[in-house]
């Protein structure tokens, strides 16, 4: 199994954003998921970082916000056109009106569109017109959407919204984050098949870095070290 890096450097309030590099031809050591946290009510940027070498680099920008219900028409539009986003993922976004950020966002020359996988799912996924993401699978805490490129998948981007501390115990979600982790597997595997496994994790995951939930091998395996996420593989229980 790959290692996850979660790196945390607190810029701002209210914000999770990240670059993301894509590459033609890759050649990278060791990261393999991407676990991005969320903090409520503060906002933080995250890198996802590799080894990674190519000609051509394609940066894609990710923001990821768990907006409460709220119809946060202006504020978003405003952080799509200041940062220049490419994909906005969201959660608990039920009662935002999408199609005025849409119709916002035309009316100003740039096309996007809503890609939705079941509306009686609390998160949403916005994104240029000219980004390839198309919906793959879901679950009733997470979604999973392919980004391709060259009309191949380039990578899996899964946005995460996972059990509350208010309603479920610290065991509830340690079980849940080990379960995702099976299935997110199956699906790689089912994707990718023998070549790299190139996923990106964005969400609210309801747990600090530090939990088991998040930190073990069953879980989804994230670590805080640039040099531990290098590594191909990770020893657990004297396998690799």
């Not at 903090?39 to 933080?44: G, L, P, Q, V």
């Not at 119809?71 to 539009?77: A, Q, T, V």
């Not at 309603?167 to 990718?192: G, P, V």
Request: charged fraction near 25%; include cysteine.
């Amino acid at each position: 199994m790959c290692l996850c890096l979660s790196l945390f450097a607190k810029i701002r309030k209210v914000l999770n954003l990240i670059q993301v590099k894509f590459r033609n031809e890759i050649k990278r050591s060791g990261l393999g998921w991407g676990v991005i946290f969320v903090e409520k009510r503060k906002m933080n940027w995250y890198n996802i970082i590799g080894s990674l070498y190519e000609k051509e680099v394609r940066i894609i920008k990710i923001l990821f916000w768990n907006i409460y219900n709220k119809n946060l028409i202006s504020p978003l539009i405003d952080m799509i056109k200041e940062n220049q986003l490419d994909i906005v993922s969201l959660a608990e976004a039920e009662n935002l009106d999408i199609t005025a950020i849409l119709n916002h966002l035309k009316l100003s020359g740039n096309e996007w569109n809503n890609i939705q996988i079941s509306p009686q799912n609390d998160i949403r996924v916005l994104a240029k017109k000219e980004i390839k993401i198309i919906p793959y699978k879901e679950d009733g805490h997470y979604s999973i959407y392919k980004i391709k490129k060259y009309d191949k998948v380039d990578c899996l981007l899964v946005v995460v919204h996972l059990l509350c501390k208010k309603t479920k115990s610290n065991e509830a979600q340690y079980n849940r984050a080990n379960d995702i982790a099976r299935e997110l597997n199956k699906y790689e595997q089912e994707i990718f098949e023998n070549n790299e496994k190139r996923t990106i994790i964005v969400g609210d995951f309801n747990m600090q870095p530090y939990e088991a939930g998040i930190c073990s091998g069953y879980g989804f395996n994230a670590t805080m070290s640039a040099s531990h996420a290098a590594k191909k593989t990770r020893k657990i229980d004297g396998r690799t």
